[in-house]
């Protein structure tokens, strides 16, 4: 078996001669994309959708895009159905043997959705992961980073399985699964018996962080999403006490959730290391700053890199989450993706930019002000301007056709002819009460005010639109954990000012008589915290739990409003 080191040097290796190909491609992007379309018509010219749309008389994209409509999940949902759950004559794409899992997707009303993912498309995670290890090791501006253990916050716990043999889970898991156990307990701090233990029964912030502990040098921390990251460390302030006093004694608290066979199975490999714990405590007892900045880079000195993806949505998580770091921890803002694949890729340290990959799918993009139109024209990936917003439509390598996501991403920059860009929101995640479509780019710049207004992070919002109510108006729950020297009322009439400037339909809606002014209400610490555990809870895979913003369905508003009542 390779060691850590020679796993590390193979991959930053590959990672460069990755980089080299994908500048490669930006050089001509349609012509790879156009490529990678008509392979997959070919591939799929004999499903049943390839047949009722008449794949094999399809010659070039102009045909493709006058002969294929736009699909959402649900134009596949049956197919899909049929196929796991063991028809014979059943074909989904052409990928019979080729199918890696079936990606549970919540989406945004928590539904799963099974996304097909197909093996051809795991290429592209391999190219990204190898891409990254030498962004992270030999384009980082305090080098040299350490070839040491990481800290890995991705697991594969929730898993389906169906009638034709084939699982379900999250897609991040899935990869994680397919790499080498033995290779697994020499890069990573997280023990692998937890990392694929299916049950949502464990108490996943306290493996990560108390193993992650355990090590004085650590040259990264990974996950799917920059939340989960934040979360952990907020656990470990909030625990430290329990979580330094088992790494003393080589325990596991009692009060921690996890499986009786797990808990012993860790049991069995931890050693007592009070030496360790007690450095811990003299870090926190010669730490003078209540808010806690930098306090992780004294625990882990050689730590230089945060991954995960952590833009847009993620993105206020992002920057709190590096305050608890010196300024020579870089944050990789990683990949541009979804359970149907990865599109575009950072390719620089501290940069959210992300270069679209030609050859990962094949793109086209509607406009944003002609989302909504019946039949919208689309662009190609050599077609956009730099400093707009398009909604992105897909063609994948596993088997869906003009597929529209619901992202919305600007184009920032562009290298050679292809874009680079950044997410912006979802389409479907707005408040639209009165046609004044407030989006999370809109709440999310004026959280961002509302912050500095008051001097205090805050740490959850959610939007819900109240339409019971003459003239309807925006309720907002935020969650902190500072004392707040402003009234509610003020904090509300702040924020709906925030609004009307960030959104500007607002003040319309506003001065017609059709909305009203903004409402607030404080919600106890945790609570979003305790939503999303009772998600795991109830099946959603971690990896796939993403932050409420908009309170749009049944069981989120009983859940939030039910603890209002109380």
Not at 277 to 282: F, H, M, N, S, V
Not at 446 to 456: D, V
Request: aromatic share 12%.
């Amino acid at each position: 078996m390779p060691t850590l080191e020679e796993v590390l040097v193979s991959r930053i290796a590959k990672g460069k001669e990755y980089y080299e190909h994908l500048m490669e491609e930006c050089k001509d992007p349609l012509t790879l994309s156009t490529a990678t379309l008509m392979a997959q018509l070919r591939k799929n010219e004999n499903t049943a959708y390839g047949k009722k749309y008449n794949f094999k008389d399809i010659r070039n994209v102009e045909e493709f895009r006058a002969n294929v409509p736009f699909s959402t999940y649900y134009d596949y949902e049956d197919y899909i159905l049929e196929f796991i759950n063991g028809d014979q004559n059943a074909k989904l794409g052409s990928y019979d043997g080729e199918l890696l899992c079936m990606a549970l997707s919540s989406g945004s009303t928590g539904v799963y959705k099974k996304i097909p993912v197909s093996i051809e498309s795991t290429r592209t995670t391999i190219d990204t992961t190898n891409l990254h290890a030498y962004i992270q090791y030999e384009t980082h501006p305090h080098k040299p980073v350490k070839h040491r253990r990481w800290v890995n916050a991705i697991v594969n716990q929730f898993i389906q399985r169906y009638p034709n043999g084939m699982k379900g889970g999250a897609i991040s898991g899935f990869m994680m699964e397919a790499t080498d156990k033995d290779l697994c307990r020499a890069m990573f701090t997280t023990p692998s018996e937890s990392m694929f233990y299916e049950s949502t029964e464990i108490d996943n912030a306290y493996i990560r962080i108390r193993y992650g502990l355990m090590e004085r040098e650590l040259s990264v921390i990974s996950a799917a999403f920059a939340p989960v990251i934040f979360y952990m460390i907020i656990y470990f302030l909030d625990n430290r006490e329990t979580i330094i006093n088992d790494i003393e004694h080589g325990t596991i608290d009692e009060d921690i959730k996890m499986p009786v066979d797990l808990r012993e199975s860790l049991l069995k490999e931890l050693r007592p290391d009070p030496e360790r714990a007690q450095e811990l405590r003299d870090i926190f007892e010669s730490y003078t700053d209540e808010n806690y900045n930098g306090i992780m880079s004294k625990i882990w000195p050689d730590l230089k890199v945060i991954c995960a993806i952590g833009s847009a949505t993620f993105k206020p998580f992002t920057e709190k989450l590096l305050g608890f770091f010196d300024k020579k921890v870089c944050f990789d803002y990683h990949i541009y993706a979804a359970s149907e694949g990865i599109f575009a890729t950072t390719i620089a340290l501290n940069d959210e930019k992300a270069v679209l990959i030609p050859s990962s799918s094949f793109f086209e993009f509607i406009p944003v002000e002609n989302a909504d139109d019946d039949k919208p024209d689309t662009l190609l990936i050599n077609e956009l301007e730099v400093g707009k917003e398009y909604e992105i439509v897909i063609t994948n390598l596993s088997g869906f056709f003009r597929y529209r996501i619901g992202d919305v991403i600007i184009v920032a920059d562009k290298i050679y002819d292809t874009p680079q860009i950044v997410f912006s929101y979802r389409l479907k995640q707005l408040a639209n009460m009165c046609g004044e479509k407030t989006n999370e780019k809109h709440m999310r710049s004026a959280i961002s005010e509302l912050e500095k207004w008051l001097g205090i992070p805050i740490y959850e919002y959610a939007l819900y639109p109240d339409t019971n109510v003459t003239p309807m108006r925006y309720l907002f729950l935020l969650e902190v954990r500072d004392p707040v020297d402003k009234s509610v009322e003020e904090v509300g009439e702040y924020l709906h000012e925030q609004l009307r400037l960030a959104n500007n339909d607002i003040a319309y809606c506003e001065d017609d008589g059709e909305m009203g002014r903004t409402k607030v209400v404080f919600v106890q610490p945790e609570t979003f915290k305790l939503f999303e555990e009772m998600r795991i809870f109830n099946g959603t895979p971690s990896n796939q739990i993403k932050p409420v913003r908009i309170i749009d369905t049944e069981d989120k508003k009983n859940f939030f409003f039910g603890l209002l009542d109380k």
